[in-house]
C-alpha cells in the first residue's frame, strides 16, 4: 500500500484549497478511504471517509466546509477544503482506516493572516 499526499499550503482564513492522494499497491475502488489530520501537538483527528458507493461522512467541525470525493479509474482522493479557519491547521494524510493506518507523508497545510 502506498499513499502519496500533496496540494497543502499556507492560505489565509476563509480560502479554499485541494487536497489529492495517489493510492497504488491495492484494490483503491473497493476499500473506503479515509482522511486524517494531526494539528501541531496533538494526536491524529479523523476527518472524513468515503466508501465505496460514494457515501462519505465527516467530523462534525469540518462538515458543509471540506468534501471528500474520489476518482476510482485513477485511484486518487481528494479533499476540497473550503472557508478554512485557523484551527484546521494540520498535516493532513489520508489512510485506510479511521485511524491513520498506511497513511502518507501528508501535506501541511497553514490557516492564517
Known amino acids: 500500500v502506498q499513499l502519496v499526499e500533496s496540494g497543502g499550503g499556507l492560505v489565509q482564513p476563509g480560502g479554499s484549497l485541494k487536497l489529492s492522494c495517489a493510492a497504488s499497491?491495492?484494490?483503491?475502488?473497493?476499500?473506503?478511504m479515509y482522511w486524517v489530520r494531526q494539528a501541531p501537538g496533538e494526536g491524529l483527528e479523523w476527518v472524513s471517509s468515503i466508501y465505496p458507493s460514494t457515501n462519505t461522512a465527516y467530523l462534525p467541525s469540518v462538515k458543509g466546509r471540506f468534501t471528500t470525493s474520489r476518482d476510482d479509474a485513477k485511484s486518487i482522493l481528494y479533499l476540497q477544503m473550503n472557508n478554512l479557519k485557523t484551527e484546521d491547521t494540520a498535516v493532513y494524510y489520508c489512510?485506510?482506516?479511521?485511524?491513520?493506518?498506511?497513511r502518507g507523508q501528508g501535506t501541511q497545510v497553514t490557516v492564517s493572516s
Open positions: 489512510a485506510t482506516s479511521s485511524l491513520g493506518d498506511n
Open positions: 499497491g491495492f484494490t483503491f475502488s473497493s476499500r473506503v
